[in-house]
């Protein structure tokens, strides 16, 4: 049985109260949300900490508010079961409900949270291991080694980004606060969030909380989807993830926006796509072009389960699956 290491386990019922534990322990300090990802990480030795802060005592951070325009404010407290199943999330942003409910499965969806799914580490099969098993094999780049595995001779870690929600965040143009004691709040888009390193892939810095999701209103005609390629629909991480908005005016496309995920460490934003699609007709011709783009620009590694060949041949598959089904879902209201 795996064990978890000794650490201070505290429960602050405020968030000054956990903004001054981060202060004070730093990058030795980790945030518990739901568990669902730091504990079994924290059991194989794949992160590390002093001090775990448990969130589980704060108010307030557990609601969906509707803000002014007609935007959301979701809590980072929010679980991934009430986000896909929240009136407000499903009208206007089906694709973020829909990423929210396939996230692993119901028991993890009940804990887990959407600050957790944020904010959750990389993936890769040379990590996501025992330490015993990374110790055999002389660890990497991640943790405790100074190889790549995945790309040899590699002097960046390409660990997957994991998470559901942040490609259709990325579509959606959401913003996250983020809180700290000694610098207040700011506010990064998730696009700018991410970044290409898998050691940490997330602009966070080791003091500050994740408060907040701000999903910006839905522009009139705005057509969302999500589509996730795993090998069990009941419980896997994505080998592979597409998240599709745009607008229809009348048929035709506006500001599409394509993001691709489980590729390497950040969302992959298909920006020429929705250069190519402005301003044409919503049709088999056009989603089988994007499809066929999107093809030529996405290079599945082997960082994470499935065979590369057959994940990036599933990419033009999950595009068009994620292109109809927005187009179907109709606008959101
Ligand atoms: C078997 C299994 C299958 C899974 N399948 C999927 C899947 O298909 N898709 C998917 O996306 N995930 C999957 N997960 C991972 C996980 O369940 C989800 O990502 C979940 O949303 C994590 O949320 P949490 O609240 O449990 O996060 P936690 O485990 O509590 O935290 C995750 C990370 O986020 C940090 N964190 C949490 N909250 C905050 C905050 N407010 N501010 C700053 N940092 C914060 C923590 O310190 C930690 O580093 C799976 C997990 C398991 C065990
Ligand atoms: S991508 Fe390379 S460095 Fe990163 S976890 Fe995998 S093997 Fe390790």
Redesign the pocket.
């Known amino acids: 049985m795996l064990r978890l290491p000794e650490f201070r386990f505290e429960s602050p019922d405020s968030v000054d109260g956990v903004l001054a534990l981060l202060a004070e322990h730093g990058g030795r300090a980790?945030?518990?949300?739901?568990?669902?990802?730091?504990?079994?990480?924290l059991k194989h030795g794949i992160?590390e900490a002093d001090v775990v802060?448990s969130?589980s005592k704060l108010g307030g951070?557990d609601e969906v508010r509707e803000t002014e325009g007609g935007g959301l404010e979701l809590g980072?407290?929010v679980?991934?079961e009430a986000l896909a199943a929240h009136p407000l999330v499903t009208a206007r942003y089906p694709a973020l409900a829909t990423?929210a409910g396939?996230?692993?499965?119901p028991h993890?969806?009940r804990?887990?949270?959407?600050?957790?799914?944020?904010?959750?580490?990389t993936r890769c099969v040379y990590i996501n291991q025992t330490h015993f098993w990374r110790e055999a094999l002389g660890y990497c780049l991640k943790k405790d080694g100074e190889v790549c595995h995945v790309v040899k001779g590699g002097k960046r870690c390409v660990a997957a980004a994991?998470?559901?929600?942040?490609p259709v965040l990325t579509t959606l143009g959401a913003t996250l606060r983020?809180r700290s004691r000694d610098h207040g709040v700011r506010e990064v888009g998730v696009a700018d969030f991410y970044v290409q390193d898998g050691v940490s892939n997330k602009t966070?810095e080791p003091d500050?909380?994740?408060?907040a999701v701000l999903v910006p209103p839905p522009p009139p005609g705005l057509h969302t989807a999500y589509s996730?390629l795993?090998p069990r629909d009941s419980?896997?991480?994505?080998r592979l993830s597409v998240a599709a908005a745009f607008r229809l005016e009348g048929d035709v496309v506006r500001d599409l926006r394509l993001v691709v995920s489980a590729l390497a460490s950040r969302p992959l934003h298909l920006k020429k796509l929705g250069a190519a699609a402005e301003g044409r007709p919503f049709d088999d011709a056009l989603v089988e072009e994007l499809a066929a783009a999107a093809f030529k620009v996405c290079h599945p590694l082997t960082n994470i389960d499935g065979d590369p060949t057959w994940r990036r041949e599933m990419v033009p598959v999950h595009v068009k699956r994620a292109l109809r089904a927005a187009r179907e879902h109709g606008a959101s209201r």
């Open positions: 980790r945030l518990l949300a739901g568990g669902t990802d730091l504990v079994p990480n992160e802060v969130l951070l980072a407290l679980t991934l990423a396939l996230v692993a499965g993890h969806r804990m887990g949270t959407l600050g957790g799914n944020v904010c959750l580490n994991s998470n559901d929600t942040a983020l966070l500050e909380l994740l408060e996730k795993r419980i896997d991480f994505p």
